[in-house]
């Protein structure tokens, strides 16, 4: 009876490799240029946020061991194709155009875009930013907002690679506005160098910025898809969502059904 040995020889070796797998740590991706108050380094060293700790608080739903692995942002998705990480998890807003090469889960937090510039400069909507210099930070759902909304309001938009970079050109007076998530800029204007700016207006619901924002997965992922979605429901469910939105961001920005 040798066919049938060779099957449950070949079955019992894809079990093991299965089991294998599954017991690997999850590999989440986040940028390695800290974006605060989701994701940034304390003090020790370590990588904390409203983003990791809840990446945390999801694996152990799952009971599934994580590892915080920084990468570049630019090449975040790059990174999770080709297997270097297991998940992106640092504030991807779930978009058409990223939805042609990965997957999300179902989305876990929205807030919408922000523009931020001195407190007297005269700013309540788009027309008024004709004549100005605005900053956004590249491959992101702003950057794409910026594009296709605003190329006839007259602004010139200058794109970096990182967000402090924007940040910095508007306190140093190299731009005159900046458009980020609006969360991100409430705690960039608790900073003591930042006195004197203030949040002008929000940029409307527009499909540059998606459904929200979700965790970002190969899309053949099926089974960590499923137990990412079950996790995400578990921690909104329990509070657990809440409680660290409220104490890394001052509000719940979590996404009920």
Known sequence: MPF?????LAAATLSLAVTAQASEPLKVGISGEPYPPFTFKAASGDWTGFEVDLARALCDAMERECEITPTG???IIASLNA???DMIMNSM???AKRQRVIDFTRPYYFTPGAYVAADEREMTSP????GLVMGVQ???TNATYARRALRDSGVE????NQAEQ???DLLSGRLDVILADEIAMVQFLERDEAEGFEIKANAPRHEAYGEGVGIGLRQADDALEASLNAAIAAVIEDGTCASLSEQYLGTDVCVYD
């Open 166 to 168: 924007v940040n910095n």
């Open 138 to 140: 590249g491959a992101t």
């Open 127 to 130: 027309e008024d930013l004709d």
């Open 83 to 85: 297997e270097r990480i």
């Open 4 to 8: 049938p040995l060779k099957r449950t």
């Open 157 to 160: 938009i200058r794109v970096y």
């Open 93 to 95: 807003s779930i978009t």
């Open 73 to 75: 942002w630019s090449g």
